[in-house]
């Protein structure tokens, strides 16, 4: 992820999908949480912190997710942005399918043969930053917003088949 976060690009529109792509790597949140992530999503927690609280949109399920300090900096560099300033959400999201096209177009330019996709991103929070720093399976699914554990346990395979 490194090589993303640190690749200088050029384009406005290629800089918002790698933008998005790390905010989602960082919080977990899928495409369509991002897409839909307002400012009354973010709240202060008890320690000062910022987090998201969202009720997602395919599973319903209420995630209380903190905010690490490189998905802050990156809503704090949209918030001037036209698509936001308007204060209905927090990132100006582009398609799935134009996210995904230029996903490609910039794992290109870093040299990346892995294919990403939106989606991907998930995966990344999950195999990277939960599972391989001990988080417990039950509080990873409930950040993801899955109703049933085996739907997390499968992520855990990936991370074990890994190991």
């Known amino acids: 992820m490194r090589i993303?976060?640190?690749?200088?690009?050029?384009?406005d529109r290629l800089k918002i999908v790698r933008d998005m792509f790390v905010f989602s790597c960082k919080t977990g949140l899928a495409y369509s949480d991002v897409k839909k992530l307002s400012s009354a999503d973010i709240t202060k927690g008890i320690d000062g912190s910022k987090w998201i609280r969202i009720k997602e949109k395919k599973t319903k399920s209420l995630s209380s997710?903190?905010?690490p300090p490189l998905a802050e900096e990156i809503l704090d560099r949209y918030k001037d942005h036209p698509k936001v300033k308007d204060?209905?959400?927090?990132l100006p999201v582009l398609s799935n399918q134009k996210s995904n096209a230029f996903l490609k177009e910039i794992a290109v330019l870093c040299?990346?043969?892995?294919?990403?996709?939106?989606h991907l991103a998930r995966h990344t929070f999950v195999t990277t930053i939960t599972l391989t720093n001990s988080v417990p399976i039950k509080s990873v699914s409930k950040i993801l917003g899955h109703k049933d554990?085996?739907?997390?346990?499968l992520y855990a395979k990936i991370v074990d088949r890994r190991s």
């Open 65 to 67: 997710i903190p905010i």
């Open 4 to 11: 993303l976060v640190d690749k200088e690009l050029y384009l």
């Open 111 to 118: 040299g990346i043969t892995k294919p990403h996709t939106a």
């Open 87 to 90: 204060g209905k959400y927090v």
């Open 149 to 153: 554990l085996r739907t997390t346990q």
